[in-house]
Structures are given as C-alpha cells and as structure tokens.
C-alpha cells in the first residue's frame, strides 16, 4: 500500500536538459505530477502562466513569503522563485507522487523537512556543452548566459548531497534512468508498505 506520494526533487544547472527531462518523463510515467512553482521573473514568449509557472509580481512573492505560503523559496540568477505549501496537497491527499524541479538552495530547504523524499541531480557531460546548449537556445541574453554559467559552476558541487546522480549526455538515456529511479522509490519501504491479507507483516 502506498502511504502517500513520493516528493521526487531534481536539481540540474540551467541547460543541463531538465524541463525536457521532466517533461517527457510525466508524459510516460503515470501518477507523477509536476509541481508548478511561484516566480517572479518574466515569462519567455513560449511560457503560458498557469502551465510553466505562476507568473507573479516581487510583492506578490513577498506577501506570500510572510503568509507562510512556501514550502520552500529562493533567489535565483535575480528572481524569486517558490514552491507552494498547495502543491503538496497532492502528494498527501491524493497519494500521488510530485516531481519537483527546483534550484540547490530550494532542495537544501526540503531534504531538512522531507528527509524521505528523493533527491535527484542532473549533470551536463561538459561545461563546454553546457554553454552550447545555453546558447542554442536562444532565450537568454548574453549577460543572463554568463550569469547562469557562473552559478552552473557553483551549483554542480552540491552534486554529492543528492541520492542520484544522472549524466544528460543523451536525452533517451535520462528519461530512462529518470523512470528506473522512480519505479526503484516506488518499491522501497516506507514509501510502500505491503498489505498481504495471508501474512502477518
Ligand atoms: P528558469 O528561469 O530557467 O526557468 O529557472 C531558473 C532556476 O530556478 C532553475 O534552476 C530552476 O530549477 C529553478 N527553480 C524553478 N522553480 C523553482 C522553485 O520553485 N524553487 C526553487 N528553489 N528553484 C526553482
């Protein structure tokens, strides 16, 4: 039996190939939400609010700072960006599982309250790599390019403080492992407690 959803935390310095990681792997895996976090940054021309993120103003954020309305929350490359105390309302309510993609100070906060949550890193197979990608995608300005560059440098250190570590060299290849990982969770005590009416467990 499942005693509740499994709180599925995934760090990754930008470019390393997260949001599609994440996206592909709630579109084949079922049961696993992703968390749509608060931010107070602009949206990209192909962001919807409400579907990428909740697009909100720094008052906003504040407010919601001093209402208690995070779970956790951080300054990223000059935004805020958060995640609700609702959003967790699904894992436990519903039982079902969330898939959070969060920076390495908003992971920092949850492994102190959700120790038995699953922590994830997603690694580039190289700087040089990652800047290609961060260039090839054409969504940041130079100034934004190099400062997420500076902070993937930083944040690629905290590597050790996740329980997996997943290379993103080839995209298939993640969402694999992605998906072994979860499954794995799914199995292991206490986030799944067996029920077998014959046995005394
Ligand atoms: P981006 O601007 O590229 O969408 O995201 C910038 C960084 O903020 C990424 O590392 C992303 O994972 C992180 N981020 C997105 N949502 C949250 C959140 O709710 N909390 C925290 N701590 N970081 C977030």
Redesign the pocket.
Known sequence: MKAKGILFV?????GAG??TLSRKITEIVDNIHH?I???T?APRPDEIDGR??HFVSKAKFEEMIKNDEFI???L??G?Y???SVRNLDIVQKEKKDLL????V???E?LRKKYKNGCYIFILPPSMEILEKRLRKRGVDSEEDIKR?LKTAEE?THHYKTYNYIIINDNIDEAVGQLKSIIFAERCRYPNFIPELPDLKL
């Open positions: 995934v760090s990754a310095p930008s997260k949001t968390s976090s608060h931010t940054r990428h993120y956790e929350w951080a990223v490359h935004n960006y958060g995640t959070l993609v969060i920076d100070q908003g992971a906060q997420r944040e």
